[in-house]
């Protein structure tokens, strides 16, 4: 199974070719590719961390609410949700979901 080369996340992930992947077949080759992913996230992590940490996240994260609390619209006052976020990285959108009076829980597979 060929992986794409560390370091290429977003944009470049883009560019490269879909003969660049393949699927993995066998239990072994998918925990090898999720080590060798988490190994390049970690690679990353730190430095996506610092420099996104004070990014203002309040547009998306009302988007993802919206229909949530149209929902309950009729409820006063407004409800919290438990929140769980896959991948959430250094914690950034948790800290603004807990500021927002939600109980998120947040799982990453790589230290921040």
């Not at 003969?19 to 066998?26: C, G, H």
């Not at 970690?42 to 996240?57: I, K, L």
């Not at 919290?80 to 998120?104: E, K, M, N, Y």
């Amino acid at each position: 199974m060929r992986r794409p080369p560390a370091g290429h996340a977003g944009a470049s992930m883009a560019r490269m070719a879909a003969s660049d992947f393949s699927i993995a077949q066998t239990t072994e080759e998918v925990a090898a590719a999720a080590e060798a992913t988490l190994a390049d996230y970690a690679a990353v992590a730190e430095g996506y961390a610092a420099g996104n940490m004070n990014h203002d996240v309040s547009q998306n994260l009302q988007a993802m609410l919206a229909p949530l609390l149209r929902a309950h619209a009729d409820r006063a006052p407004p409800p919290s949700f438990d929140v769980l976020d896959v991948c959430c990285g250094s914690g950034r959108d948790l800290l603004a979901l807990q500021g927002l009076g939600h109980a998120p829980v947040g799982l990453d597979g790589v230290r921040a």
